[in-house]
T-cell receptor, first 112, second 117 residues
Framework: KQEVTQIPAALSVPEGENLVLNCSFT??????LQWFRQDPGKGLTSLLL?????REQTSGRLNASLDKSSGRSTLYIAASQPGDSATYLC???????????FGKGITLSVRP | DAGVIQSPRHEVTEMGQEVTLRCKPI?????LFWYRQTMMRGLELLIY????????DSGMPEDRFSAKMPNASFSTLKIQPSEPRDSAVYFC???????????????FGPGTRLTVL
């Protein structure tokens, strides 16, 4: 059974800092990996999707990497801003239908 | 461009009542997923459909839960009878399955916050 872990559960950083959010998974036979952002009381917003054949994806200040062999992914946020404060969830897709297994998320607080 | 639409956004009901949650996926998407989010267990997949057909309902907690997708633009998740432990946020998501391409990015609706008293 696929298990996805995100540690730490919470993180507080000063504005402007570059930071890395970690995600690990137990079964390397994945189809894809998706990073989401969730604001309090809101739904999930897809940030980046990495296909199993890819090593990384970039969107603006965000860069996600994937190392299937070690069962790890990282989300890099450059020059963090208070507006980046949210919970970031990592989800691993298995099979052609990409049934997602989620981590518990990392709650990020960026202090002005 | 409308995203995934869910209704109602909030539902408060009493134990034993029937609850029906509704979802309209993004037009053109052929896969639909129902998830439940709680503080204790995080986000869990309940069931998903491909081309309106249920593919995997192993996450449905009990027989009290049922889901249907009568057509490509509508799905329901029903709980009958509801219990306080069903209180959670229920999300619907959709994706366009592209076969072997490895994409299948999922897009989520705003969720329905269910409270069972």
């Amino acid at each position: 059974k696929q298990e996805v872990t995100q540690i730490p559960a919470a993180l507080s950083v000063p504005e402007g800092e570059n930071l890395v959010l970690n995600c690990s998974f137990t079964d390397s036979a994945i189809y894809n990996l998706q990073w989401f952002r969730q604001d309090p009381g809101k739904g999930l917003t897809s940030l980046l999707l990495i296909q199993s054949s890819q090593r990384e994806q970039t969107s603006g200040r965000l860069n996600a990497s994937l190392d299937k062999s070690s069962g790890r992914s990282t989300l890099y946020i450059a020059a963090s801003q208070p507006g980046d404060s949210a919970t970031y969830l990592c989800a691993v897709g298995v099979g052609a239908n990409s049934k997602l297994t989620f981590g518990k998320g990392i709650t990020l607080s960026v202090r002005p | 461009d409308a995203g995934v639409i869910q209704s109602p956004r909030h539902e408060v009901t009493e134990m034993g009542q029937e609850v029906t949650l509704r979802c309209k996926p993004i037009s053109g998407h052929n896969s639909l997923f129902w998830y439940r989010q709680t503080m204790m267990r995080g986000l869990e997949l309940l069931i998903y459909f491909n081309n309106n057909v249920p593919i995997d309902d192993s996450g449905m907690p009990e027989d009290r839960f049922s889901a249907k997708m009568p057509n490509a633009s509508f799905s329901t998740l029903k709980i009958q009878p509801s219990e306080p432990r069903d209180s959670a946020v229920y999300f619907c998501a959709s994706s366009s399955q592209l076969g072997g391409s490895g994409s299948n990015e999922q897009f989520f609706g705003p969720g329905t916050r269910l409270t069972v008293l």
